[in-house]
């Protein structure tokens, strides 16, 4: 799962997660992203064979920070970016995902990697 070398299409929804606990969106995760709250958090897969999700559902407990104008959000979530690390070796500093709407719900959107 460490972030790969190439670079993804601008257009391509990312999601960045770094060992240091910093969560960057790219603009296009941003755009779909979007809503009218700043409530965000990462879900941990819930059965073994199910994927990461990120969780745009108000009262989520992390708070989005940077601002649309730039292009790109971002948020910190320490216990979320150890329990995605705890089985990657040291040298993996990034975790790359690609966001896939969740037919669970319109909020909800599945960690795919990138």
């Known amino acids: 799962m460490p972030t790969s070398a190439k670079p993804l299409p601008q257009d391509v929804p990312t ?3 770094y ?6 969106l ?5 755009r779909r992203t979007h809503g ?6 990462l879900l941990p897969p819930a059965r073994k064979g199910d994927c990461w999700r990120l969780d745009r559902r108000a009262g989520s407990p ?21 329990l995605l690390f705890a089985d990657q070796p040291a040298e993996v500093t990034a975790l790359r995902f690609v ?5 669970d719900s ?8 990138a």
């Open 26 to 30: 790219n603009g296009e995760a941003t």
């Open 19 to 24: 060992r240091s606990s910093l969560v960057n």
């Open 99 to 103: 966001l896939a709407p969740d037919p």
């Open 36 to 41: 009218p709250h700043a409530h965000v958090d």
């Open 106 to 113: 319109p909020e909800l959107f599945r960690l795919q990697v």
């Open 62 to 82: 992390y708070r989005l920070h940077g601002s649309t104008d730039r292009g790109h959000l971002r948020f910190r979530a320490l216990y979320r970016s150890n």
């Open 15 to 17: 999601l960045t997660v």
